[in-house]
């Protein structure tokens, strides 16, 4: 496991409703050669998100910010 948190500056790349989501963008960067991580802002088993309950966000290292960007531009994972 790639450790994001030491002297980088992590920046959110991608926001979401849901793990589940955020575990596919996550998969997707780190196909590419991008570490991330996921900062979600509650787990539950119950799969609900209720006004902004369950955000999940997909964190990089500042200077892989473009990088990360431009593969969530090309091709989507929808």
Known sequence: MVNLM????????????GALRAEIIKSKLESA?????IK????SVIPMTVDGIGKAEVLVAKEN??????????????
């Open 33 to 37: 050669g991008i570490p991330a991580m």
């Open 40 to 43: 979600s802002e509650a787990q």
């Open 6 to 17: 030491g002297k980088n500056e992590l920046v959110v790349v991608y926001t979401t409703q």
């Open 65 to 78: 910010e473009v990088e990360a960007r431009e593969v969530l531009k090309t091709g989507s994972s929808d």
